[in-house]
């Protein structure tokens, strides 16, 4: 079994696997030298042999016990036939919606789109790279997808005005998601994937109705997930009650950001964590480095835990701080 499963299925604690969030690109100079030739990130999402490439990039340097294919949230949106585009120096842009059309996308037509993702997770899961390792597939949860489809750009400046003005269009687009994430992670675990991931990075911007928008749409994919036999972990990014998500949504797996307090949080939950250490950290130097994975892992002596990040590693990251990082987790005792 994979050290990750020993973890999240049987508890096993000090083993310390270890894993990063957007392990796969940015940062990684061999990626941004294929990235240079690759003007366009939905055909480079959609080439299953440079994907795979780029899949692998972070395994051949650290040794991960997880590799995560490279892809895209956005890439649902996209496969239900609303236009995704990223520009330089913005990120995402997305076409306006046509609901009509969205809602008449039929499944063979999804899948088909897709199919170069399903195909990249069949080439990784023979390749010998990621023996004794797992492969990740991922989702955007419905409630992140709902907010790059309506509000069209990133919200880091907070969502659009009339973002909640058109009410059957958000339960629409939340029935559509409901169906075509399930979708996407069916194919993704009939292609290879040992685990899917549900990231909602903008869990963070509700601020009501949390059954509606966070709390039953999740539930929905994990209970989905945990049928077709393949263990899930939630990352609900920027949420003030992980315990009472934790209790409701029931993962196997938590990823915490980094502005939990890990030692609080572990006196009222029961499931595995992963993650936490805030990506600045490793803007840092050596020492700093040190004394906060240190921390993290003192805390976890006794809980299964997967070393991770609490977000996606940042494109400034010095290559040699990640070495150093994996050294610490893999060195602890
Ligand atoms: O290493 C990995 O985790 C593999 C693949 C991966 C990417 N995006 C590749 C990517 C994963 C898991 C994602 C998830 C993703 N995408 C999220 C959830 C996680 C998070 O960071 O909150 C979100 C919100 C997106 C949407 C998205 N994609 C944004 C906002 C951007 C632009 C800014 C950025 O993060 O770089 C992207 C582009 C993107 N996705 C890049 C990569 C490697 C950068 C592309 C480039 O080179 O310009």
Redesign the pocket.
Known sequence: MTPIKECLINNKTNLNPIWL??????YLPE?REI?KNNTN?IDLCLNSNLSEEITIQ?IDRFDFDAA???????MIPYGLGQQVE?K?DF??SLGKINAAKILETEENIFTDKLSSIYKLLQNLSKNNKLENKDLIG?V?APW?LLV?MINRV?PKNGLSENFFSDKNLISDLLKILDRFIKVHIRNQVKAGATLIQI?D??AGLITKDFDKYLYNPTASLVNYTKEIGVPVICFP?GISNYAEYCKIVNPDMINIDYNINPKELIKNIQIPVQGGLDPKVLLTDKDNLRKQVTNYLEIFKSHPYVFNLG??IL?QTKIEMVAELVKIVREYK
Not at 68 to 74: C, Q
């Open positions: 969030m957007r392990q796969a690109g940015r990626f990235r990130f972070p995560i294919i490279f892809s895209d949230i956005l990223f330089k990120g995402p991922f955007g992140t790059y990133s990231f990075s903008w990014r977000h996606g494109p």
